[in-house]
Nanobody, 114 residues
Framework: QVQLVESGGGLVQPGGSLRLSCAASGVIFSIYGWYRQTPGKEREWVAAITRGGRTTYPDSVKGRFTISRDSAKNMVYLQMISLKPEDTAVYYC??????????WGQGTQVTVSS
């Protein structure tokens, strides 16, 4: 059974940091990513990492978010620093297998507020 399970969300003050974790199991993934979504808006991509370790980010989070992977533990992380209120969203772990099938976690809420 394929599973992606996120953890690490919560409430943080503006300027603070948070690290999200995603435990992956069930299939070999070719690429991992993190997305976020707020009510009434489309899901937004915020980070991706390939099996080879290449990372990419949109300009909105570049320099503040870092995606990493521990292959031995089948874990993917999203380190977020200098958080802003507009980073508030439900964050989803995403993975794509070697057959280009997409998988999603259940999401974890991140709230940036004073």
């Amino acid at each position: 059974q394929v599973q992606l399970v996120e953890s690490g969300g919560g409430l943080v003050q503006p300027g603070g940091s948070l690290r999200l974790s995603c435990a992956a199991s069930g299939v070999i993934f070719s690429i991992y990513g993190w997305y976020r979504q707020t009510p009434g808006k489309e899901r937004e991509w915020v980070a991706a990492i390939t099996r080879g370790g290449r990372t990419t980010y949109p300009d909105s989070v570049k320099g503040r978010f870092t995606i990493s992977r521990d292959s031995a533990k089948n874990m993917v992380y999203l380190q977020m620093i200098s958080l802003k209120p507009e980073d508030t969203a439900v964050y989803y772990c995403h993975a794509q297998d070697l057959g280009y099938k997409d998988y999603w976690g259940q999401g974890t809420q991140v709230t940036v507020s004073s």
